[in-house]
């Protein structure tokens, strides 16, 4: 990187390397998802050969892998987002898919992160009895797809102000 500017718009970074900066695109979209397009503008003649400029324009979602959103009523975790926005639904497990067009106005309630551990107190059928992370009271809440914990281990859940969430051990980061 030769330069950058701060734009209100984001930032601008200067690079001498066409390849170097499609590389940068391509490993910033893979992990935090969105796009970018390039469009060349002509600048000049060189021994006369056209000289272009290349400008990469990348645009990052709202929402990404690991936040929490409330969407339509429903309270969607956010799988991975490009063209289109995958997602699971932390009170039925049921898949969604839409578009970061349909999010605009989706509000961002937690972030995956934000996870801690509870004691699983006793499965009932299609609900779990959990200890409140902040107040330690017993508290009914919907048994997630594919759950397999046993009463009186730890469970990863999520507290938000629209109730709390169990999740998969395999969808909380590990500490490092």
Request: proline content about 5%.
């Amino acid at each position: 990187m030769s330069d950058y500017q701060e734009q209100k718009e984001g930032v601008d970074l200067y690079m001498g390397s066409m390849n170097a900066s499609r590389q940068v695109c391509r490993m910033i979209i893979s992990e935090l998802g969105g796009s970018f397009s390039e469009s060349p503008t002509l600048v000049g003649m060189k021994d006369g050969k056209n000289l272009y400029r290349i400008t990469f324009a990348m645009r990052l979602p709202e929402f990404r892998p690991g936040d929490v959103i409330k969407f339509r009523g429903r309270i969607i975790q956010i799988r991975s987002s490009g063209k289109k926005v995958h997602g699971i639904s932390l009170e039925d497990g049921s898949r969604f898919i839409s578009t970061p067009e349909e999010l605009k106005g989706a509000e961002k309630i937690a972030n995956i992160g934000d996870a801690v551990l509870t004691v699983l107190v006793s499965i009932e059928g299609n609900a779990i009895l959990v200890l409140d992370p902040e107040t330690y009271e017993t508290v009914a809440i919907k048994k997630p797809m594919f759950f397999n914990a046993e009463a009186g281990s730890e469970i990863p859940v999520l507290k938000t102000e629209y109730g709390i969430f169990a999740l998969a051990h395999s969808e909380v980061p590990q500490e490092k």
